[in-house]
Antibody, heavy 119, light 109 residues
Framework: QVTLRESGPALVKPTQTLTLTCTFS??????????VSWIRQPPGKALEWLAL???????YYSTSLKTRLTISKDTSKNQVVLTMTNMDPVDTATYYC???????????WGQGTLVTVSS | QSVLTQPPSVSGAPWQRVTISCTGS?????????VHWYQQLPGTAPKLLIY???NRPSGVPDRFSGSKSGTSASLAITGLQAEDEADYYC?????????FGGGTKLTVL
């Protein structure tokens, strides 16, 4: 079955760089049409899409955050990595990785990892 | 400020029908991009409820349905049940970018 799991630090300091890893199973990111996205949700607020990487290694970023984000994949390890630079307390959120396709939406989500930005 | 606009809250009594709107623009929904809907129960990750405007994944009750017209989409829930109390999000695209609505909190009275 398809599973995704986020891992990374629970606490980062302002100005630091956040690195999150999504480890997945049950599908291959080499399969045509397959994508993995990162999405975040500040406490009590709405979902915000951050970045996507697809089977062809194309990468797309939120317009408002693109200067701070980098997404990459290691197909052999079934992992997708997101880095976000210059972290700020407003970046405190639960970060989700998820499998998606443009036609079928986001059909599998990780459980999410809460990242708190504080000194 | 979310790209797609949803009402912050809706409510209904058990067994009633409620609808949640999702308003976009000619850059996203109106450009022909599909709309997907998600249900998020408290403390859990979102779950895909409707994909491709009006398709239900396996296991989603047929009380949930979606529609799309012009620059808007709607989620309808019939036969409202207490377990439907949750946050609901619409999602679409602008070119290759993914956009979400601001979410709607459904309260079952």
């Amino acid at each position: 079955q398809v599973t995704l799991r986020e891992s990374g630090p629970a606490l980062v300091k302002p100005t630091q760089t956040l690195t999150l890893t999504c480890t997945f199973s049950g599908f291959s990111l080499s399969t045509s049409g397959m994508c993995v996205s990162w999405i975040r949700q500040p406490p009590g607020k709405a979902l915000e899409w951050l970045a996507l990487i697809d089977w062809d290694d194309d990468k797309y970023y939120s317009t408002s955050l693109k200067t701070r984000l980098t997404i990459s994949k290691d197909t052999s390890k079934n992992q997708v990595v997101l880095t976000m630079t210059n972290m700020d307390p407003v970046d405190t959120a639960t970060y989700y990785c998820a499998r998606m396709s443009y036609s079928s939406g986001i059909d599998y989500w990780g459980q999410g990892t809460l990242v708190t930005v504080s000194s | 400020q979310s790209v797609l606009t949803q009402p912050p809250s809706v409510s209904g009594a058990p067994w009633q029908r409620v609808t949640i709107s999702c308003t976009g623009s000619s850059s996203n929904i109106g450009a022909g991009y599909d709309v997907h809907w998600y249900q998020q129960l408290p403390g859990t990750a979102p779950k895909l409820l409707i994909y491709g405007n009006n398709n239900r994944p396996s296991g989603v009750p047929d009380r949930f349905s979606g529609s799309k017209s012009g620059t808007s989409a709607s989620l309808a829930i019939t036969g409202l049940q207490a377990e439907d109390e949750a946050d609901y999000y619409c999602q679409s695209y602008e070119s290759s970018l993914t956009v979400f609505g601001g979410g709607t909190k459904l309260t079952v009275l």
